[in-house]
Every structure is written in C-alpha cells, then in structure tokens.
C-alpha cells in the first residue's frame, strides 16, 4: 500500500518528466527551421526559462574569429540593456566562460559568494543577480557556446534532477546550432 508521502513524491516526479517533454517537445519544433539562428535561439532560450522558473537568463555563443563568447539571445527585465552592451566573455571569465571551458554545468545559489560571479554585466545594467545555472552548449563533446539561467522564482537552489536536465539540454542545442550551421554551408555551396 502507498503511503501519502510515496504518493506525492510520485506525482512530482511525474509533473516534473511532463515538464521536460514539454521543454524537448519545444525544442524538437525548432528542428524544423535549425538555420534560422534568431527564431532558435530565442526558442531555446523561452523554452530554458520556463522550464527552469527564471527571471532572467542568456544563451553565448563562441566567436572563433574573436575567441570570446558573445550574448546570442537574452531574456528578463535587462534583457535589452545586456544586448546593446555588445560584451564578449572569454573562455574562463565568470561562470559563463567557467562553465564554457570546462564543459561542466555550474549551479550556484548565492552568485555573490561565487569566485567566478564576475559581477560586470550586472552592474552595468542595474541587475541583482542571486542564483544562476549555467550549462555548456555542446555539439560532438565540444563546447560551442552556454545556457544561463539567472533568479530562479521559486527558491535559490537548483535540483540534481535539474543540473543533468540542463547537461542534456546544452547537447540538445548544440545539436541544432549544428544542424543549422551545416544547413547554411549546404544552401551556399548550391547559390
């Protein structure tokens, strides 16, 4: 017989399998136009943020050419404050660039106590950030780019369940980025 307890848990880990169909359900839409960067990346970017419960959130990109990560898309309230900046973020620098160049997904609950928090973007846009996860963008074990998630709405920590959620999301993405990337090199060698 289940109890009361064995019976929630049950129907959380229920709604919480039912929201990650929803996010790769979304993501799978995005399949059908994957060389439409703009339409992608703001797809990725509604779809992570509701999933996660965030207030605010960025998708990088890696600039070869540069050899820094540049903000892709950006959601919140400073959203369009971060965009104008035009800020590139090097390998390594804050927690995006952490997160970049040791392909590791970085959850943090209190950014302010966080060494890696560079606290640039925020200030220069008026932002308090508390709690952040981030996630490399990756395509064939290589980072292309990362996912961050800023201000959880409800609470500060983010799950085990959430950090693999978000591992597998960063492949997710980088599967399309790809697919649209060789989508683009195959149109231009017929034009």
Known sequence: MTTETEYRALLDDTAQLQAQVQVLQRLLHL??????????????????????????????????EQG???????????????????ITIKPGQGIAGSAF???EVIAVSDAD???RFAREVSDAVGYEVSSMLTTPVVCDGQPIGALQVMNRRCGSTFSG????????????????VSLGCELRTLRAARA
């Open 113 to 115: 106590k966080d060494p």
């Open 68 to 86: 820094a990560l540049y903000f892709a898309a950006a959601r919140g309230p400073k959203a369009q404050e971060v965009l104008a900046l035009d």
């Open 31 to 64: 399949f059908a136009a994957p060389d439409d960067f703009a339409a992608v990346f703001d797809g990725v970017m509604d779809a992570a943020m509701d999933f996660f419960h965030a207030r605010s959130g960025a998708l990088y990109m890696f600039d070869d």
């Open 101 to 103: 160049r040791d392909n």
């Open 161 to 176: 369940e959430e950090v693999e959620f978000a591992r597998h999301l960063g492949r997710y993405i980088g599967g399309l």
